[in-house]
């Protein structure tokens, strides 16, 4: 292919990493009139692209098979999208690329990387002169090509050189698009990270919906799709739950007996974004009871043999594991248990962004980022797997107040747990008392419990701290820290 020599003909942009991810947000840049160079190892996946580029419209997309011809064919300031598997791929990719590139040419990583690995990238990428950025991606398949969440951090120079590119690519809501600057460093990387985190919590919560409905309830596939459909068309509306609605109506056309969902096994995967989030809260003293409780259930779930064993062991100890949707003779009553799931999920949900949001607060505090949360909830509301309706509320709790504590005492969002919690405590005795596990609506609910009481039973731990290990306390009435000698004094006591 012949290399481009002109400054006309020279590409805006670059894109390297030509998987499905790759092509689509290359093909959404095409489409919005920037003109692009893409290059893949494989050069298949180049003749794939082309061919797409075609077919959509005759999209401005240049194909290269070699990584110095791709990078020569980009005008200056050089900036090049990288979007491999994260980890050692990306260094290889960034060490073919590099011999090319020149002072103040820029490298952005659009994949699912580790904040501190594109920190580590940031300065060796400046010891040569070069921008870089590590800009979270979210949307999936679907988003990268029609309007993905964008989420840069890194050089805000590299950010200005293609703002123009990212605000026509992004998704678009009535507030703008769907990408800020999110700030220096992995910045980006690490509220990425967080969103998915956000999202394995709203994932398990509506898959407890689902569950304590099917189970308790006795619904049927056909009557799930519906009552998720109507949720979608209110204040639960959101990606997530209008998909579940589309699920219940798949059938399964492999056997084309039921729907598929039923088909499915029960092991759920993960690539590891969940876990870092859960870490990084331990790490940071954060409380994030609901998406550790989520990890956890995919965890659990990926126990299946030891499950189905462990199911058959409890029956012969003669435990009553089927679950039936009745309680001591009488029948529940769906209607009210349908909206009380309704709003026990809602409850648990703000529970789960608030957990999420606080994350976010803290590492920005320890780091210097200087988080706009309003912000990040704003460029949630398009594009991204976690969009939805509420994220407005949330962009707007945090304008009010860029310093309010925790979301749950937002005065909104405050009114909005007392009028459902009565609900929210029906659905989870109810599947306690069922036996249907719903890890991910209690934790919310312990999470809630705990943070609104002034006094814990803290008090009686500290105490225990400090008679075996003299970790010392203190007092309600008196200021100091304090030392009893606990065993001595308990001897006295018994005499």
Known sequence: MESATTAQALSRIGLAGLAVMGQNLALNIAEKGFP??????????????????????????????????????????RSVIILVKAGAPVDQTIATLGEYLEPGDTIIDGGNEWYENTERRIKEAEGKGLLYLGMGVSGGEEGARNGPSLMPGGSHEAYMNIRDILEKVAAQVEDGPCVTYIGEG?????????HNGIEYGDMQLISEAYDVLKNAGGLSNSELADIFAEWNRGELESFLVEITADIFNVKDELTGNGELVDKI?????????????????????????????SLDSRYMSGLKDEREEASEIFKKEGM???????????????????????????????????QGMNLLRAK????????????????????????????????????????????????????????????????????????????????????????????LPANLVQAQRDYFGAHTYERVDMPGAYHTEWAKHARKARV
């Open 36 to 77: 692009i160079s893409v290059y893949n190892r494989t050069t298949s996946k180049v003749d794939e692209t082309l061919d797409r580029a075609d077919s959509e419209g005759k999209l401005p997309l240049i194909g290269k098979y070699d990584p110095r011809d791709f990078v020569l064919s980009i005008q200056r300031p």
């Open 364 to 455: 920005s505090g320890e780091k210097g980022w200087n988080l706009n949360l309003g912000e990040m909830a704003r460029i949630w509301k398009g594009g991204c797997i976690i969009r939805a309706v509420f994220l407005d509320r949330i962009k707007k709790a945090y304008q009010r107040n860029p310093n309010l504590a925790n979301l749950m005492v937002d005065p909104e969002f405050a009114r909005e747990m007392v009028q459902r919690q009565a609900a929210w405590r029906r659905v989870v005795g109810l599947a306690v008392q069922k036996g249907i596990s719903v890890p991910g609506m209690s934790a919310s609910l312990q999470y809630f419990d705990t943070y609104r009481r002034s006094r």
């Open 265 to 293: 096994l029960d092991k759920t995967g993960m690539k590891g974004t969940g876990k870092w989030t859960v870490q990084q809260a331990a790490e940071l003293s954060i409380a994030a009871p609901t998406i550790a409780a």
């Open 186 to 194: 992995g910045s980006g990387n690490f509220v990425k990270m967080v």
């Open 320 to 354: 009553k594991v089927e679950i039936s949707s009745d309680i001591n003779g009488s029948s529940v009553d769906k209607k009210r248990l349908i909206d009380d799931v309704r709003q026990a999920l809602y409850a648990s949900k703000i529970c789960s962004y608030a």
